[in-house]
Each structure stands twice: as structure tokens, then as C-alpha cells.
């Protein structure tokens, strides 16, 4: 089974603050990586799938880049509806999936 | 509006049954691929099952496999998943949601079943 691990778990900023977070799969999945948004008691949304395509009506502040095992999603400028849980995904095993633990943005 | 609507969560005993539904709006449901994707309180995102759009084929994660019965009518634009054997490690809330470019683009709004005693 591909194991997708996100880092950090959590992380604290600011309005207007960039910030990264990092996926790793445990082996190459080229660029089947999508990336989710969860607001506390919401469903999942789609942000970016195949790694950098960013979703029709998702903001052009974030950003998804990387292929092979090492993944990121970007947020250039950190809006307050940014704070949420983020998830990464490989559909590189599809139709069977799995998806990293979660990194929990806050606010500073 | 591309719409998808869960329902039939609930409490339920340890080794019960339950079935959920899940009815599409707004789209063609016989063109997607559909899956079920579970979260337990306070956890990370579990997917479950998938199935293929004209039905005949079905995938489960481990955990389920034997237990859930993943199916759709088209007839009726609606998914369900058929849950039996239920323990308390399958509290959770479960979420339908479409796949488009291999990523669930679609999800609904969740429908919560606890298997409590």
C-alpha cells in the first residue's frame, strides 16, 4: 500500500503570511497527488489535482508543485478563510486511494 | 447545481446493519466513477469503497471488505453502501463524493453513523 505522509502536522501564521506544506509518498507515484481543504465541520474541497492543476474556482494563491515521492501545496498570501485542515492524496493506485494525515493551519 | 446528498446515518449496536444512501443532482451520475470516503471524530480522511460507473466494478480498503457492499442505481441517480458487521472502530462520518481526473471534486455534506453499545 502507498503510504502518503504529510508534514507539518500543524503550523501557525499570519494574514498575509506564504506558507508550505509537504507531502511525501512512500514511492514514486509521478504526479498523482491531489490536495483537499477542510474547514471545521465542512466536507472536503478540492484545491489541486495531478499535483499543480489548480481546480475551476479555487483562488490563484494556491499553488501545487512536485512528482515522484515529494509534494507541496503553496498559499502565497494567507487569506482568514485559509485556516483549515489540509489533506493531501495519491491516485496513483486508483480506483483505491489513500490520503496523508492532515496539516492544521492556524492562526498565529 | 451539482448537488450529492447523503442520508441514512444513525446509532447503531455493535454487529448491526446499516444502509446509506447517497442521491445525485445536477449532473450526469452515470458518467463518474463514485466513492464512499469516512472521518472519524477528530481524525484524517479514510476512503472506503469505489465503484465503477455502470457498476461492475467494486474496490474496498482493507478494513471493509467483506463487511460493505458498495452499489448505485442510475435509474435513481443514487448511490448507497450497505454496512454490515459494524463495530465501533467504523463510527465515523461518511461522505459520497464523485471522482473527476482521479480527485473526488464532489463531495456531499456527510451523514454521521455511531455504532455505540
Known amino acids: 500500500d502507498i503510504q502518503m505522509t504529510q508534514s507539518p502536522s500543524s503550523l501557525s501564521a499570519s494574514i498575509g503570511d506564504g506558507v508550505t506544506i509537504t507531502c511525501r509518498a512512500s514511492?514514486?507515484?509521478?504526479?498523482?497527488v491531489n490536495w483537499y481543504q477542510q474547514r471545521p465541520g465542512k466536507a472536503p474541497k478540492l484545491l489541486i489535482y495531478?499535483?499543480?492543476t489548480l481546480q475551476s474556482g479555487v483562488p490563484s494563491r494556491f499553488s501545487g508543485s512536485g512528482s515522484g515521492t515529494d509534494f507541496t501545496l503553496t498559499i502565497s498570501s494567507l487569506q482568514p478563510e485559509d485556516f483549515a485542515t489540509y489533506y493531501c492524496?495519491?491516485?496513483?493506485?486508483?480506483?483505491?486511494?489513500?490520503f496523508g494525515q492532515g496539516t492544521k493551519l492556524e492562526i498565529k | 447545481e451539482v448537488l450529492l446528498v447523503e442520508s441514512g446515518g444513525g446509532l447503531v449496536h455493535p454487529g448491526g446493519s446499516l444502509r446509506l444512501s447517497c442521491e445525485a443532482s445536477?449532473?450526469?451520475?452515470?458518467?463518474?466513477?463514485m466513492s464512499w470516503v469516512r472521518q472519524a471524530p477528530g481524525k484524517g480522511l479514510e476512503w472506503v469503497a469505489t465503484?465503477?460507473?455502470?457498476?461492475?466494478?467494486?474496490y474496498y480498503v482493507d478494513s471493509v471488505r467483506g463487511r460493505f457492499t458498495i452499489s448505485s442505481d442510475d435509474a435513481k441517480n443514487s448511490l448507497y453502501l450497505q454496512m454490515n458487521s459494524l463495530t465501533v472502530e467504523d463510527t465515523a462520518i461518511y461522505y459520497c463524493?464523485?471522482?473527476?481526473?482521479?480527485?473526488?471534486?464532489?463531495w456531499g455534506q456527510g451523514t454521521l453513523v455511531t455504532v455505540s453499545s
Open positions: 445536477g449532473f450526469d451520475f452515470t458518467w463518474y466513477w
Open positions: 514511492q514514486n507515484i509521478a504526479t498523482y
Open positions: 495531478s499535483a499543480s
Open positions: 463524493a464523485s471522482l473527476r481526473f482521479e480527485a473526488f471534486a464532489v
Open positions: 492524496q495519491q491516485s496513483y493506485s486508483t480506483p483505491m486511494y489513500t
Open positions: 465503484i465503477r460507473q455502470d457498476g461492475s466494478e467494486q
